[in-house]
């Protein structure tokens, strides 16, 4: 008994719950309808007073010669417009009717929430001005959107493309043309895609041809490579898969990845490789690049042409900068300055450093006091360390024969490096020498500034130390001459008679 009370209790609450539910619909639908009567009558109002305009018109007018708009076609035209349907009598539902206002009085403005082409899918919805068409928008096809086609009357979009758009632009003899879908062309004179998803931003005679490829502007270029871009310029061409030409002249990017950034017909060959800019520089390795200057090319795989003029980088790795450098073997780095006009600088070995600098080589160790660095001049063989008085602070004098004792006692070997086995080199251990004479800032090295100043010392402490000698030669050889004499003058001479 218990249990059928609470059962029927339960029901009566949920029937209750839906007829709350169902007198909340009843009065929003109710209000709805009242909106929309209230509507109509604000149409009908306006309908009256559009009628009893005309006909005042129409009296007034009747002499004027004008060509005016009909009472029934003004009327049917605003009823259509305001969503009524109007249509003639004898209209079928495919057949456009009405018209509101004429060439001679046209509208001021138009306001509605909605305008409406023929609704059979094909037939296009065009806005004209004049008499020309500036815009046409073309129904879409199930989950495809339609087209939008803006600008000139003869701007395109071919074949059975959908979701295409056309900004503007365009002229009789050069029109724009989307030729697929999801296509976009902004504006510009005789531009062109020619696959899906592909752009043109403007610009004259550009042509987006490869699937999601960009042409930004400029004239007469082309992206033809899928994912290409040409950014602008003037007859560049980026074919290769995701290549890109960023603007200049003449320019192609056909290597998978590559770029021209721009320039003067420049080529960025090989995948991944890069040109910089320049004139007539190309980059046909793989990961090749070409930063710039005139006539240059990085063949090798991974090589790079810095800039300059008329460089080589064939060897794989290598590296080259200046003017006639030639890096054919791997890992070469090759630079040269700019008098070499003629002669082509290279090295036969891999993997060396070779420079020619016809005023020589300065490197500097510190930015911040002094010039502190060594140099090599014209025609030098060797290094020079800057030793000049004005560089010098904290000068002590030297003791030149404690150096030579402690020179002396040094042990000196020779002996080859680890890494240089077959290769024999002669003098004391770094260490050692470090403790003896406190110079230089290691004692994993010796500088060839202290090693020669040890040894100018360790001259002047010996010649000192002859000179000493000489001295005490001097002397004694004068005592023999004085006890010769002394003696001589003692001793009688002895005679034959005796």
Not at 92 to 111: C, K
Not at 186 to 210: F, R
Not at 319 to 347: I, K, L, M, Y
């Amino acid at each position: 008994m218990i249990n059928e009370t609470r059962s029927s209790s339960t029901a009566e609450s949920s029937l209750n719950e839906r007829l709350e539910r169902l007198e909340s619909i009843i009065e929003s639908q109710q209000e709805t309808i009242e909106k929309l009567e209230d509507r109509n009558e604000t149409q009908q109002e306006t309908i009256e007073k559009l009628e009893k305009e005309t006909d005042e018109r129409t009296n007034r007018d009747d002499s004027s010669g004008f060509s005016l708009v009909s009472r029934r076609s003004a009327l049917a035209g605003i009823a259509g417009l305001a969503g009524l349907g109007a249509m003639s009598s004898s209209a079928s539902a495919a057949t456009p009717q009405g018209q509101v206002g004429t060439a001679d009085r046209p509208l001021n403005a138009l306001y509605a929430q909605q305008l409406q082409g023929v609704p059979d899918g094909e037939t296009p919805f065009d806005v004209l001005v004049g008499s020309e068409r500036a815009l046409r928008f073309t129904a879409g096809d199930g989950g495809d959107a339609g087209n939008v086609i803006a600008g000139h009357s003869t701007n395109s979009v071919d074949g059975d493309g959908f979701g295409a758009t056309i900004g503007g632009g365009g002229e009789s003899l050069a029109p724009n043309t989307v030729s697929g879908s999801y296509s976009t062309i902004g504006g510009g004179l005789g531009n062109e895609t020619g696959d899906e998803q592909a752009t043109v931003g403007g610009g004259s005679d550009n042509v987006a041809s490869g699937g999601s490829s960009t042409v930004g502007g400029g004239e007469h270029n082309e992206a033809s490579g899928n994912r290409s871009t040409v950014a602008g310029g003037d007859v560049n061409e980026a074919s290769g898969s995701r290549s890109t030409v960023g603007g200049g002249f003449q320019n192609t990017a056909d290597g998978t990845r590559s770029t021209v950034s721009g320039g003067d017909q420049n080529q960025a060959g090989g995948t991944n490789a890069f040109v910089g800019g320049g004139e007539k520089n190309e980059a046909s390795a793989w990961n090749a690049t070409v930063g710039g200057g005139y006539e240059n090319t990085a063949s090798g795989q991974h090589s790079t042409v810095l800039g300059g003029r008329n460089n080589t980088a064939d060897g794989t790795y290598s590296v080259v900068a200046g003017r006639n450098a030639n890096a054919s073997r791997p890992g070469q780095f090759v630079f040269t300055d700019s008098h070499t006009e003629t002669e082509n600088h290279s090295t036969g070995i891999a993997n060396r450093f070779y420079c020619m600098f016809q005023n020589g080589y300065y490197f500097r160790t510190d930015s911040v006091e002094g010039n502190a660095g060594v140099w090599m001049g014209n025609g030098d063989t060797s290094w020079s360390a800057i030793s000049s008085a004005e560089s010098k602070t904290n000068i002590t004098p030297v003791d030149a024969k404690a150096v030579l004792e402690k020179v002396a006692n040094l042990e000196l070997s020779t002996w080859s490096y680890n890494w240089q086995t077959d290769t024999r080199h002669m003098g004391p251990m770094a260490g050692e020498f470090f403790e003896a004479f406190g110079l230089g800032g290691s004692d994993e090295g010796i500088q060839t500034i202290d090693a020669d100043g040890v040894l100018f010392a360790a001259v002047q402490g010996l010649a000192a130390e002859l000179a000493d000698r000489d001295e005490r030669i001097d002397d004694l050889e004068s005592r023999v001459e004085e006890l010769e004499r002394d003696e001589a003058v003692a001793t009688p001479e002895v005679t034959a008679d005796d």
